[in-house]
Nanobody
Framework: QVQLVESGGGLVQPGGSLRLSCAAS????????MGWYRQAPGKQRELTAS???????NYTDSIKGRFTISRDNAKNTVYLQMNSLTPEDTAVYYC???????????????WGQGTQVTVSS
């Protein structure tokens, strides 16, 4: 089994910053793409940022220039540095990882439990 554990969410004022972390553990042979999705009230879950195993990144337009995704392959961990936060960034943030388990030759999508980010005065 594989688990992804998220941390770093919380309440911040507009203009503030947060750093989210997501660590994968368990029966892991390798991890391909990793990413962060978010779901705001009344909206569908949307991709915010993704990163390949080699470090190639992709961002949605609404957060480009404010958020930075990175990963540490040795620790099986992905990060999301969030700066200049606005109330529109309020959402539950979910990390994901495409994991190849030991003994298999295919990747499976795993999800973190979600962490709440609230931007408010």
């Amino acid at each position: 089994q594989v688990q992804l554990v998220e941390s770093g969410g919380g309440l911040v004022q507009p203009g503030g910053s947060l750093r989210l972390s997501c660590a994968a553990s368990g029966n892991i042979f390798s991890i391909n793409d990793m990413g962060w999705y978010r779901q705001a009230p009344g909206k569908q879950r949307e991709l915010t940022a993704s990163i390949t195993r080699g470090g190639v990144t992709n961002y949605t337009d609404s957060i480009k220039g404010r958020f930075t995704i990175s990963r540490d392959n040795a620790k099986n961990t992905v990060y999301l540095q969030m700066n200049s936060l606005t109330p529109e960034d309020t959402a539950v943030y979910y990390c994901n990882a495409d994991v190849v388990r030991r003994g298999t030759i295919f990747a499976e999508r795993y999800w973190g439990q979600g962490t709440q980010v609230t931007v408010s005065s």
